[in-house]
């Protein structure tokens, strides 16, 4: 009973974890499947335990891909995802209880592939495209029509006469494979990372800020999904036919079928056949035809009854495992790595596969010597799926993980109700040491050119730093005479260290390393406190009124504060000249803006939109998402969507730029950033 609780709550933490990096970060660390089963434990567990209830459940949202930088503007209709299943009995049980429902009527199912890219709603007003959303929270997305406008095979004006005057259409956002390794490698060659799979990929530039930049990276996209009012026919696939013929890209795999060996052949074809296509799939799409027929079977909370998903098994393949090494992380974090005969699974040659903590790797029941399942899903991070038990050799003993640190040999620790293993010698365990400097440096933090890792580790190994704060005291001539560093070298890391100082504070908090906190929510949190003093003093309940902070994290926010070595480095990265403030901190407060309605619109130079939105609120006014009448400013950037500038303009609503919204402050003495 009590481990019921334990486990709920475990599960819950891991699906936020893994939300957030689905749809947040574009990456997720497990594959749809993984994250499905453990979705579906944590909900048979909650119907165990209703005194486990919590409306933050993530059994009770769909997730979201709302970011900031876009307007948000409600779906007319839901945005539902599919039930899924993964065999064809599964698909063969949903076929029956179809035919059961429908009471021996007689009915057609349309097998279509399931496109695996980004879902897009699009509205058309007599023919012309007006608006594009992302699917967001399902509720209501993000508007990109800008981006949207730029994808060729989406119509702008559609062709014939027979499309209502007014109808929304559902479809896929993707990028062909051949697209994806043209821009990954141009990614590579600019040394960013490249996008784990197509489906990151689209989704990642449907929320570029910039249209041009969307439009020179070749989208693709099918439709698969009409809804209105006065759809020309009275079933699906007739009015996706029609859809084609408006100008919509409509799949030509699409098939109507009545009998269920029909369906099993569908499937049986497709699960090859996919190999062949140019945009990547996930799996397979069943609907009842019948428009009438869906409207009896209905809706569950969270998915159509008339509607199935079938998805495709992961490619696999078996390796003997050579051994099981435990890598450690920037915050201490144990993770164990199977080590693997080279093997070659979708086109990757694969060595290693993370095995994520000690219950993963205990689960998994992994001996020495034992022949390993390695499957790649959508994602392309290879998993361990399991052992392949006829090949274990009968006296072969389990692989422990490990009680000490490989590094430095510390006792590990482990916080009751959490999963992970820590070796707590945080300061004299040379990954940790090494991988905090990366950090810190990194791309997304700091920004500090020229230091690889080799550069970090020799640089401690050689005792000229042990933290970031250290890096403010490097000079050239204590680089130059060091392995590896050239004289210009020396001159650039110095110049990168310096020119870091200017980084906003936002960055700063999430370049030092406070454990568990990530970039968006080291965005939240610098912007909610302001200023590190006001930060570092925050207790737990103020911390966890912040966005995205739950009780896990605050306390870690707290303890990393609490420790009289980070408040140094703290003190030591100010005295350097770092960031240590939210560049509007300052900004007035007041009722300058009472009564007044604002929407905010494009993309803009002087400060965030985030920001603008706190200083409107700060002032007394209101921030909405889509103009009405209501409406008295329109706050325009850059990029401003065409569509909104037109209503604004049709009801004569004031469009303002940033100059003069700060005009409007008293004094407008928020700083330049
Ligand atoms: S129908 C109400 N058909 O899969 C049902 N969805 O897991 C509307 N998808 O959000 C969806 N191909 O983004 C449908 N042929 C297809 C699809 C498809 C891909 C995506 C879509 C949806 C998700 C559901």
Not at 123 to 142: I, M, S
Not at 547 to 569: E, H, K
Request: a negative charge; aromatic letters at 8%; proline letters at 5%.
């Amino acid at each position: 009973m009590d481990n019921d609780i334990k486990l709920i709550e475990s599960l819950r933490s891991q699906l936020h974890r893994h939300n957030h990096n689905y749809y947040v970060l574009n990456a997720p660390e497990i594959s749809d499947r993984e994250y499905d089963t453990l979705l579906e434990r944590l909900e048979q567990l909650e119907a165990e335990h209703p005194e486990s209830y919590d409306p933050n459940s993530p059994t009770l949202r769909v997730g979201s891909d709302i970011s900031e930088g876009f307007s948000q503007v409600d779906h007319i209709y839901p945005m539902l995802s599919l039930a899924n299943t993964y065999s064809i009995d599964d698909v063969d049980e949903w076929f029956a209880r179809i035919r059961d429902a429908l009471y021996g009527q007689q009915f057609a199912i349309i097998g279509e592939l399931k496109f695996d890219g980004t879902g897009i709603s699009l509205v058309y007003e007599h023919g012309h495209l007006v608006r594009a959303v992302t699917r967001g929270d399902g509720t209501h997305g993000d508007d990109v029509t800008a981006n949207a406008r730029t994808i060729r095979s989406i119509p702008l004006e559609l062709q014939g006469d027979d499309y209502p005057d007014f109808f929304e259409i559902r479809g896929e956002i993707v990028l062909p494979f051949a697209n994806f390794e043209v821009i990954n490698n141009e990614r590579l060659a600019k040394g960013e990372a490249p996008f784990a799979n197509p489906r990151n990929a689209a989704a990642g530039t449907l929320k570029l800020l910039n249209p041009a930049e969307v439009s020179r990276r070749n989208l693709d996209a099918y439709f698969y999904y009409l809804l209105g009012d006065n759809l020309p026919y009275d079933n699906h696939y007739d009015n996706m036919q029609a859809a084609r013929r408006w100008g919509f890209k409509i799949s030509g795999a699409m098939a109507k079928m009545s009998t269920l060996e029909e369906v099993d052949r569908f499937i049986a074809h497709w699960d090859s056949e996919r190999k062949q296509l140019p945009v990547a799939t996930d799996g397979l799409v069943f609907k009842v035809d019948s428009l009438r027929q869906q409207l009896n079977l209905g809706f569950t909370a969270k998915s159509p009854r008339w509607a199935v998903a079938y998805k495709f098994a992961a490619e696999r393949v078996t390796t003997p495992l050579r051994f099981v090494s435990f890598d450690v992380g920037r915050s201490g974090t144990i993770t164990p790595v199977a080590n693997l005969e080279p093997v070659l699974l979708s086109g990757t040659m694969v060595k290693r596969a993370s095995m994520h903590n000690a219950d993963i790797m205990k689960a998994l029941d992994i001996r020495h010597g034992d022949t390993l399942y390695v499957e790649k899903g959508g994602e392309i991070i290879p998993k361990i799926t399991g052992v392949v038990l006829e090949a274990r050799k009968a006296e072969a003993a389990p692989v422990e993980f490990v009680t000490n640190c490989p590094a430095c040999g510390t006792q590990l620790t482990r916080r009751p109700g959490e999963a992970a293993w820590i070796c707590p010698n945080h300061r004299g365990c040379f990954p940790q040491i090494v991988g905090r400097i990366e950090h810190f440096v990194g791309r997304r933090m700091m920004n500090i050119d020229g230091f690889g890792s080799e550069t970090v580790a020799m640089l401690v190994r050689n005792g000229l730093i042990n933290n970031a704060a250290d890096l403010y005291s490097l000079s050239a001539d204590m680089l130059r005479d060091l392995p590896g560093i050239a004289d210009k070298s020396a001159s650039r890391l110095i110049e990168g260290i310096v020119a870091s100082r200017d980084v906003p504070f936002e960055r700063v908090v999430f370049a030092i390393s406070i454990p568990g906190v990530g970039e968006t929510s080291a965005k939240k949190i610098a912007r909610a406190a302001g200023d590190i003093d006001t930060l570092m003093a925050m207790d737990q309940a103020s911390l966890c009124a912040i966005d995205d902070v739950g009780p896990g994290m605050a306390q870690a926010i707290t303890d990393f504060f609490a420790d009289d070595q980070n408040r140094a480095i703290v003190e030591r990265l100010r005295l350097a000249g770092l960031s240590m403030q939210t560049q509007i901190a300052d900004a007035p407060k007041g009722d300058a803006l009472a009564g007044k309605t604002f929407v905010i619109s494009g993309v803009f130079t002087r400060f965030s939109r985030e920001q603008y939105k706190n200083m409107i609120e700060a002032n007394g006014g209101k921030n909405v998402g889509s103009i009405s009448k209501k409406t008295d400013y329109v706050l325009a950037g850059e990029n401003m969507g065409p569509a909104k500038l037109e209503k604004a303009g049709k009801l004569g609503i004031a469009i303002i730029g940033e100059d003069d919204f700060l005009a409007m402050l008293p004094q407008a003495q928020a700083e330049n950033p």
